[in-house]
């Protein structure tokens, strides 16, 4: 009787040391959602400034040769991506997701190299439907220099926010610097230093 | 007729997690008013009163569930409050507002309504028939009294637990991209 009365004891406290543990562990879980929240685009600085409308370039898609001009009522995503970089593969649901997501949003995937490969990179992701257009000349409208890469231009026909993206987290960041008011996360972190009252993300 | 032990525990766990949910709620009043104005379920004029009432009512019932005399009325009062939460959210997510904050938590922890919340809130009414069902008279012991203790710390672990696993879901989903 006394060693039940001692295991039974011990058996609560251990349970409610593993609830403890377990609180700890989602509590963790839930700070690292919120550190790897997005605070702004990262750019490199000796590419295009940001808030000049681009030139208005006229765009032929592969799809079906139809032209699409980027300016518009609608802001746009140009998505910088290669049939031979993986990173880019695997980033095409989380951008899907986010045109289905933004009702005002149309996404552009920008492309170039073999047409072969790029048939194959449509069928395979599923990109039918999509805008998908192959030339060189509009990566180097935007001096692209890495893979992938996005680019948000508004409404109004200006760029508002673009980087190199590696993640969804890197994605969100663009539409981010809106809500900030900063087009890139040195301007952010720059406006933060600048005005101590406020935390900076570290 | 139930043990006391089971009765009892839920109650104080009940107890705990209604005491936390109406100090979040009374420390950051106007927040909570525009959490039920955004639920859009009172007429406008109510609003102020109805998210004084709240607060009020789950401190009420909080302390009603310690001890055994009140316990059942607090138990009932738990039970259809906990309910009435499920129901105001069930309304929202028919009409397809799945992006209003629940503001079950306090303003620290935003998280969408999401029909895991249904789940939750009906694990909360199972814990609060336990403590309105009427008890079984026996003596109580030492070990009795401990086991109630732990058995209540256990449950509100839990349901924090579960709370904050739910409010990290949709943070995941969004990452994954399958909103």
């Not at chain 1, 981010?176 to 720059?190: H, M, P």
């Not at chain 2, 009603?64 to 997510?93: H, K, Q």
Request: net charge positive; aromatic share 6%; proline share 6%.
């Amino acid at each position: 009787m006394q060693a039940l009365i001692i295991s039974n004891i011990l058996l609560w406290l251990l349970l409610i040391a593993s609830s403890l543990v377990l609180l700890g562990l989602i509590r963790q879980i839930g700070v690292l959602h919120s550190r790897i929240a997005p605070a702004g685009a990262l750019c490199s600085t000796r590419a295009l400034k940001l808030a000049k409308q681009p030139r208005r370039s006229q765009l032929q898609t592969v799809s079906d040769a139809r032209s699409i001009s980027l300016c518009r009522e609608r802001s746009t995503l140009l998505f910088f991506l290669s049939p031979t970089c993986p990173i880019c593969k695997s980033l095409i649901p989380a951008i899907k997701a986010i045109s289905r997501s933004a009702n005002d949003l149309d996404v552009v995937y920008v492309s170039d190299g073999d047409a072969l490969e790029h048939d194959k990179l449509i069928s395979q992701a599923g990109l039918e439907k999509s805008t998908y257009i192959v030339s060189p000349e509009v990566g180097m409208t935007y001096q692209i220099g890495k893979l992938p890469y996005a680019v948000l231009i508004d409404k109004a026909g200006t760029l508002k926010a673009k980087g190199l993206v590696n993640s969804r987290e890197h994605l969100d960041s663009l539409f981010e610097t809106e809500l900030l008011g900063s087009s890139t996360l040195q301007d952010y972190i720059k406006a933060q230093s600048e005005s101590p009252g406020i935390h900076t993300p570290s | 007729m139930i043990d006391p032990i089971i009765s009892t525990s839920a109650a104080l766990a009940l107890s705990v997690i209604f005491a936390s949910a109406a100090s979040h709620k009374l420390r950051h009043p106007s927040w909570f008013r525009r959490q039920v104005q955004e639920y859009e379920l009172i007429p406008g004029l109510m609003v102020p009163a109805a998210a004084v009432a709240l607060p009020v009512a789950e401190l009420a019932i909080a302390a009603g569930l310690l001890w055994s005399t009140s316990r059942p009325y607090a138990g009932i009062l738990a039970f259809l409050l906990i309910g009435a939460y499920a129901l105001a959210i069930a309304i929202n997510l028919a009409r397809g507002r799945k992006d209003i904050d629940c503001g079950c938590s306090g303003p620290a922890m935003r998280q969408p309504l999401q029909p895991a919340l249904l789940a939750r809130n009906l694990l909360l009414a199972i814990v609060a028939l336990c403590a309105l069902l009427p008890m079984l008279d026996r003596p109580l012991g030492l070990l009795d009294n401990f086991v109630m203790i732990a058995a209540g710390t256990v449950l509100v672990l839990l349901y924090t637990t579960t709370d904050l696993w739910l409010a990290n879901r949709p943070l995941l989903l969004k990452l994954s991209g399958e909103k």
